[in-house]
C-alpha cells in the first residue's frame, strides 16, 4: 500500500449514500442544472437556517457512466442506469430524522426532490464510513468511482466481509488518491440493499476508468469465484464530485 492512512475524522458518524436517476420526461442537462443551481441551494439554505436538524456535510455525485445488473426491471432497484449520488453526514439515525421531518425540509426541500427525482426508484442507504487509505482531498470536482457488492446468500456474513475489507490498493499511476469503505445499515424497514460500497477518489476520468477494470478483477476474483458474492451482483458508477457544504473542517 503507497497511500498514507487518513487519520482525519469523519465530520459525523453516519452517512446517508441515495442512489438514484433524474425525473422521467427531462434531459439529463435539466436534471444535472436542477440538481445543482436549485435544490442544491435550498439544502443550503436549509443549513443555515436550522443547523441543528440538517447535514453537517453534503455532497453531490453526478454520475457520468458505469454498469448496472443484468436484474429484470422492477425487481431489483439496481438493474436500471443510475444518474447521481447524494452523499449526507449527520451523527445518527436520530438527527436524520428529526433533519427529514424539520420545517424548512418538509415546506420547501422535499417538495422539490419530485421536480429533478425518479422518486419510484431511488434508493436510500444510511451506512457507516470506513477510511481505508489516502490523504484529505484539498479540491473539490474530483472524480470518484463507487463499486457496490453483494454477498451471496449462502456465504457467511464474517468470510464475505473479511475478504471486502482486505482490499490494499496500490496509490501508484492512475491509482485512487483515496479509499473509503461504506457499511450499509439495516433500518426499521428491512435489510440494506447491498452490503459494501467502496468509494475512490482519482485526478481524472481516465485513472477512474483504468481503474474499473481492476476493480471489478479484484471482486471476481476475491468475492465470486469463493462463493462470497453471487456472479452479476456488482456494478461501478463513474461520478464528479461536488462538495456543495463541507461542514466542519
Not at 481524472?204 to 478483477?217: I, K, L, P, V
Request: glycine letters at 8%; aromatic letters at 10%.
Amino acid at each position: 500500500m503507497n497511500l498514507s492512512i487518513d487519520r482525519h475524522p469523519s465530520p459525523a458518524a453516519l452517512k446517508l449514500i441515495i442512489v438514484g436517476r433524474r425525473r422521467p420526461g427531462t434531459t439529463l442537462a435539466e436534471h444535472r442544472h436542477h440538481i445543482r443551481q436549485v435544490h442544491g441551494e435550498l439544502v443550503l439554505q436549509n443549513i443555515a437556517a436550522d443547523p441543528a436538524n440538517a447535514p453537517r456535510r453534503y455532497v453531490q455525485n453526478a454520475v457520468f457512466d458505469g454498469t448496472f445488473r443484468a436484474s429484470a426491471p422492477g425487481t431489483d432497484p439496481f438493474a436500471l442506469n443510475r444518474d447521481f449520488v447524494t452523499q449526507i453526514w449527520v451523527p445518527d439515525l436520530e438527527t436524520l430524522g428529526r433533519a427529514r421531518q424539520s420545517s424548512f425540509y418538509l415546506e420547501k426541500v422535499k417538495p422539490d426532490e419530485d421536480n429533478f427525482v425518479d422518486q419510484a426508484n431511488v434508493v436510500f442507504m444510511p451506512t457507516k464510513e470506513r477510511f481505508m487509505a489516502g490523504a484529505p482531498m484539498t479540491t473539490n470536482q474530483r472524480v470518484k468511482l463507487f463499486g457496490f457488492v453483494q454477498r451471496a446468500a449462502q456465504a457467511s456474513p464474517e468470510a464475505f466481509f473479511q475478504a471486502w475489507r482486505s482490499a490494499a490498493w496500490d496509490g501508484g499511476h492512475r491509482g485512487p488518491l483515496r479509499h473509503v469503505q461504506n457499511d450499509p445499515l439495516p433500518t426499521p424497514m428491512g435489510p440494506p440493499p447491498l452490503d459494501g460500497i467502496d468509494e475512490f477518489w482519482f485526478d481524472d476520468e481516465a485513472g477512474a476508468c483504468d481503474f474499473m477494470g481492476r476493480w471489478s478483477a479484484w471482486v471476481n476474483d476475491t468475492l465470486v469465484r469463493p462463493g462470497l458474492a453471487a456472479a452479476g451482483s456488482h456494478f461501478v458508477l463513474l461520478a464528479r464530485e461536488d462538495v456543495v457544504h463541507a461542514g466542519p473542517q
